[in-house]
């Protein structure tokens, strides 16, 4: 499968637990975006980055949420002390390159806080 | 602030009818405006996209009309169909910038 690839589909934590996301680019892809999507409502920018380099954070909370595309591996959006109000579709999409370029979508992680 | 303001919320059309979504947006230095087609448990998919050097773009049953005096763009699905049941997106990006801002989708239902 040469798309965006996510996982777990599905995941379910506690309030206090911490959640991790993954995420692989399409293939040749080194581009990759996150972003949050609640019920009724449109995709919301939250993290960009390239290959080892956060390039723009600006839609993400400040405290609790974090992310990273290492050399080897996965780009992982984690989530500590997760709360009620984290429960919602996490996005990753990917693109050949920066900028106003397709971004192509993964199925997403459903995040579920108990 | 919505960056792209979409509407209607929610459309129903007859199978073989048109189907007319819009979007507007205020800034000016948004350079590229796809659209995304989402089902059910799925993610975005890429529908078709323009940029403002062009008032029009056809991609089979799919077009998308860009005015950019009005800083409007619309998605018209001809002939549509059950298929075509899902919610789609508008979005826009700067030409200098990193991230998508979408709109807040329309939930197509065709019926037959």
């Known amino acids: 499968n040469a798309g965006v690839m996510q996982n777990p589909r599905h995941l379910v934590r506690r309030r206090g637990q911490e959640a991790r996301l993954r995420c692989s680019p399409m293939?040749?892809?080194?581009?990759v975006y996150w972003y949050r999507q609640l019920p009724e409502e449109g995709l919301k920018f939250m993290v960009y980055l390239q290959k080892e380099n956060i390039i723009d954070e600006s839609g993400m909370p400040k405290e609790r949420f974090s992310a990273e595309f290492p050399k080897e591996g996965p780009s992982i959006l984690r989530i500590q002390q997760v709360v009620r109000g984290d429960s919602a579709a996490y996005f990753c999409?990917?693109?050949?390159?920066?900028?106003?370029?397709?971004?192509?979508f993964g199925d997403g992680t459903r995040l579920s806080i108990l | 602030q919505q960056q792209v303001k979409q509407s209607p919320q929610s459309l129903i059309v007859q199978k073989g009818g048109i189907s007319i979504i819009n979007c507007a947006y205020e800034?000016?230095?948004?350079?590229?405006f796809p659209w995304y087609q989402q089902f059910p448990g799925k993610g975005p998919a890429l529908l078709i996209a323009i940029r403002p050097d062009v008032s029009e773009k056809k991609e089979g049953r799919f077009t998308i009309s860009f005015n950019k005096s009005a800083k409007q763009f619309s998605l018209h699905i001809m002939d549509s169909q059950p298929g075509d049941s899902a919610t789609y997106f508008c979005?826009?990006?700067?030409?200098?910038?990193?991230?998508?801002?979408f709109g807040t989708g329309t939930s197509l239902t065709v019926i037959p």
């Open positions: 293939k040749g892809h080194s581009h």
């Open positions: 999409a990917s693109s050949l390159t920066g900028g106003p370029q397709p971004q192509h």
């Open positions: 800034n000016t230095a948004f350079d590229y």
């Open positions: 979005a826009a990006i700067r030409s200098t910038g990193n991230q998508f801002y």
